[in-house]
């Protein structure tokens, strides 16, 4: 009798706690955002026995930021290869099939997945946010876009500290470049699910990343280490990077300024799963002067290795090239193969309404690039882009299989 008691009290007062529970999220403001966009592309090869296809990509989301620092969001990414010279287009009728295989007719190997599924908290000195989610925010150029795990980022005055573990990434072409913008539309030229197709062929094991950044006027220096616990190949070996960056700015004269990054990194882990060869590394240089609407500049690169079977593996990276995202979607890069040495020229052009970005790179890694993007309608938080563009892509030394080295695009994008 005294338990019924007891367990009647309890009953009434979990009902209490929640009642005060709602009041209080009732006191809070809460702003909903959705996210998404969706597009149309036609990637037309130009070599002997060229590739070509159409691809429609979608994705929408929904943000719920309250007051308090907290939000959450959920979202879908879906993509229907609509036309491909090499097999006709197939409807996904199966839910394995509508994840995908990594055997899949690329560049959209999965049909689809839940792109965002995330918990986030926000405060003026710390982030974190764990689940599916951008992780972006932590300003880490090896890792971007959406991955399924944790992210952390804490800043204390000159001093900002970020770490990452990611389970999966998903991969879609996303590729930031802070000096031009993101890549002209990559984001519409490749679909692989978080599991099991990126899982099995981009990321293999779990993922840890820890590092900082200092900070002074203005240069800025960013160690880091990353270690993947199993490759995604037969040999399955640990994958261990340290390295870093350093960054200066400077202004030169009015509307003129000068950006120069550095990036050293040392690399172990069998890449290639033919030799026994583990040692490689990066050494980058970029020098970007901006002019009002104009940026230019050059850079240089190397990626020292015993044998040119393996690869610099970057799961993701803030370079200018168009290679990876157009011509050779996926990890590794096309142009960080071992062994490759080479440079660059660049020249873009950014207003409020057209992007042009241009390329050429020479030695072991060739690109000759010319992409562009014009916002023809805008209302309120829509806009539409169209565009399109020409690149060439090549690496001597790379081993890893490429749609064709040289595409024309066509894109239309729908954002809102």
């Known amino acids: 009798m005294q338990y019924k008691k007891n367990k009647k009290k309890y009953y009434y007062l979990a009902l209490w706690i929640l009642f005060l529970n709602g009041l209080s999220l009732k006191a809070l403001e809460i702003a909903v955002k959705p996210f998404g966009y969706l597009g149309l592309l036609y990637n037309q090869g130009a070599q002997k026995n060229p590739h070509s ?11 719920f930021s309250y007051s308090n620092g907290w939000s959450f969001g959920i979202g879908a990414i879906g993509a229907w290869n609509v036309y491909n ?7 996904y009728i199966s839910l394995g099939n509508f994840f995908g295989n990594p055997n899949n007719v690329k560049p959209y190997l999965s049909a689809g997945d839940v792109s965002d599924a995330y918990l986030q908290y926000t405060n003026q000195r710390f982030k974190i946010a764990l689940g599916r989610f951008n992780t ?4 880490f150029d090896w890792i971007g876009g959406n991955i399924q795990g944790i992210s952390v980022a804490f800043k204390q005055n000159s001093m900002r500290y970020f770490g990452i573990f990611m389970d999966s990434m998903l991969y879609n072409g996303h590729q930031i470049n802070k000096e031009q913008g993101n890549r002209i539309a990559t984001s519409l030229n490749a679909l692989a699910s978080y599991d099991p197709v990126s899982k ?3 990321v293999g094991g779990e993922v840890f990343v820890l590092g900082a950044e200092y900070r002074h006027e203005n240069l800025k220096v960013v160690p880091f280490i990353l270690t993947d616990t199993r490759l995604p190949l037969p040999t399955q070996n640990v994958l261990v990077q340290v390295g870093g960056k350093l960054e200066y ?30 040692n490689a590394g990066l050494f980058l240089i970029d020098q970007t002067f901006k002019y009002q609407i104009f ?11 015993r044998n040119n079977k393996g690869y610099l593996w970057t799961f993701n990276d803030r370079t200018k090239f168009y290679g990876r995202g157009i011509n050779a979607p996926g990890v590794p890069a096309i142009y960080f193969a071992n062994s490759s040495i080479s440079g660059y020229v660049f020249l873009g052009l950014k207003t409020k309404r057209v992007r042009l970005d241009a390329m050429v790179a020479f030695g072991d890694y060739q690109e000759y690039s ?9 209302y309120r938080s829509l806009s539409f882009d169209m565009g ?20 024309f695009v066509f894109f239309g994008k729908f954002l809102f």
């Open 200 to 202: 099995r062929l981009y």
């Open 295 to 305: 940026n230019f500049g050059t850079g240089f690169y190397i990626v020292p290795a």
């Open 136 to 139: 972006d925010f932590v300003d």
């Open 85 to 91: 010279k090499q097999r006709l287009a197939n409807l």
């Open 53 to 63: 296809y159409v691809g429609a990509l979608a994705r929408l989301g929904v943000d």
């Open 249 to 278: 700015d400077a202004s030169l004269a009015k509307g003129f300024t000068s950006h120069t990054l550095v990036h050293g990194m040392y690399q172990y882990g069998n890449t290639d799963a033919a030799t026994s060869a583990k």
């Open 388 to 407: 399109g563009g020409y690149v060439y892509a090549y690496n001597s030394k790379a081993t890893r299989k490429s749609l064709g080295n040289s595409s």
């Open 370 to 378: 010319l992409m562009s993007s014009f916002r023809v309608w805008t």
